[in-house]
């Protein structure tokens, strides 16, 4: 995860980089072809040039962004997880359990879906 190291050295809560660095950890774990990328300030990660998930940080939650079409294919999961979410992300409270399975059929599912695809988003 060395494209991503500069991002988590920023968080100066240990709780909340350890969090992150968990999770950015297993998406790379279960997707090695993906590349890890800085864009916007965020950590995110792209597959032949195409945006597949991206992340960010607040005070209360990180924000898992995968697009409005993964957001919609998996709405009634997203509201089970009690995650709140917005057309094109979800909010995850730092204190909350995180559903790693979710997380890896949204990536998943935004690597097939895009598998054909040319631009950065859909």
């Not at 920023?10 to 774990?29: A, H, N, V, Y």
């Not at 590349?35 to 597959?47: L, N």
Request: hydrophobic share 40%; net charge positive; no cysteine.
């Amino acid at each position: 995860m060395k494209g991503f190291q500069s991002f988590l050295n920023g968080i100066d809560d240990s709780f909340k980089r350890e969090r992150m660095e968990r999770i950015l950890g297993f998406i790379k774990t279960s997707f090695p072809q993906l590349k890890e990328e800085i864009k916007w300030k965020q950590p995110m990660f792209t597959d032949h040039g195409t945006f597949i998930i991206g992340f960010s940080i607040a005070k209360n939650h990180m924000a898992v962004a995968p697009e409005a079409a993964a957001i919609d294919k998996f709405e009634k999961e997203i509201e089970k997880a009690g995650y709140s979410y917005t057309q094109g992300l979800f909010r995850i409270k730092w204190n909350d359990p995180l559903n790693y399975e979710l997380l890896r059929k949204i990536v998943a599912y935004n690597i097939e879906d895009k598998k054909d695809a040319v631009k950065f988003w859909r």
